[in-house]
């Protein structure tokens, strides 16, 4: 049976049929995952040998809300060393959650700050500060906060641009996050200083 066929089962059934109502500028700005090597070998390995390896986090927009933000920092469409990792902060506002999703490659998300806990297709994995969580390949979840009056912050590595470059590319949201903030959210900003 074909990953788009109507009766299709798992979280890529429907994966090339519109998403819906996006949240996330990620999820409709076009991207790139995977550059071109274009060159000789000396003029690469000099390029490469220019780029700066400090990228402050705090020159970058939060994007997101009200109760899940992030900001891209290590990619290769904004960073010339980096060709096969990709590297994020995420914040949960007092109570927030992600999208329930899947995709092809795996994830390791360092809690910084905060507790709460995971759903990994269908079983609940707590987390706190200093923990390092797995998100296996092809794994359907959910990141969910349990502070109810602070923030949650974590750091998420992943190797997604060589997952894309050997065609293992199927993704979809199961589950949008909510839209409408609760009293909370609302008065919640992204720390600055991140």
């Not at 998403?19 to 999820?27: D, I, K, L, P, T």
């Not at 000789?40 to 997101?64: A, I, N």
């Not at 998300?109 to 296996?136: M, T």
């Not at 993704?171 to 909510?178: I, L, R, T």
């Amino acid at each position: 049976m074909s990953q788009v066929d109507a009766g299709a089962v798992g979280h890529n059934s429907g994966a090339l049929e519109p998403m819906g109502e996006a949240v996330w500028e990620r999820w409709t700005k076009k991207r790139v995952f995977v550059r071109a090597l274009e060159g000789t070998y000396g003029e690469l390995v000099r390029e490469l040998f220019t780029q700066p390896r400090v990228y402050p986090t705090r020159d970058h927009k939060w994007h997101g809300g009200p109760g899940h933000y992030g900001k891209k920092i290590i990619n290769p469409q904004a960073v010339k060393v980096a060709q096969s990792i990709e590297t994020h902060i995420e914040v949960f506002s007092p109570g927030g959650y992600g999208q329930k999703h899947g995709h092809m490659n795996s994830a390791v998300f360092f809690v910084l700050k905060g507790n709460g806990y995971d759903v990994h297709d269908g079983v609940r994995w707590d987390w706190g500060p200093g923990d390092a969580l797995i998100v296996e390949n092809s794994c359907v979840h959910q990141h969910f906060s349990t502070e109810e009056d602070d923030e949650c912050i974590t750091l998420v590595m992943k190797a997604k641009p060589l997952f894309l470059f050997m065609h293992m590319l199927f993704q979809k949201v199961v589950d949008f996050p909510p839209k409408v903030a609760t009293a909370k959210q609302a008065v919640y900003t992204p720390p600055a200083e991140l």
